[in-house]
């Protein structure tokens, strides 16, 4: 049975920093590509960030690019994203992702259950 567990969610002042990580079980977790998407209340998930199964592939989100960071250990089954200079904006729950690489949410078969973003203006 696959699960994907996300952790590191919180609360943060805007400018601040938070570090998600994302546990896989039941997979061979290095042949998946994996991802972050997030939604909000109201709005439509969306894209954040993937990186392929080796880690030689990535891609972000425009709204994010030069402020967070994602990556994988292969070895220990997960994957971070290493969000800075939060906005409030970013505020959402994030959730991981394992599948294809791609930013459509179509490329995923599993999914996590999501870890909340908070970010205090």
């Known amino acids: 049975q696959v699960q994907l567990v996300e952790s590191g969610g919180g609360l943060v002042q805007a400018g601040g920093s938070l570090r998600l990580s994302c546990a896989a079980s039941g997979l061979t977790f290095s042949i998946y590509a994996m991802s972050w998407f997030r939604q909000a209340p109201g709005k439509e998930r969306e894209f954040v960030a993937a990186i392929s199964g080796s880690g030689a592939r990535i891609s972000y989100a425009d709204s994010v690019k030069g402020r967070f960071t994602v990556s994988r250990d292969n070895p220990k089954n997960t994957m971070y994203l290493q969000m800075n200079s939060l906005k409030a904006e970013d505020a959402a729950a994030y959730y991981c992702?394992?599948?294809?690489?791609?930013?459509?949410?179509?490329?995923?078969?599993?999914w996590g259950q999501g870890t909340q973003v908070t970010v205090s203006s």
């Open positions: 992702a394992a599948g294809v690489y791609g930013s459509s949410s179509r490329n995923y078969n599993y």
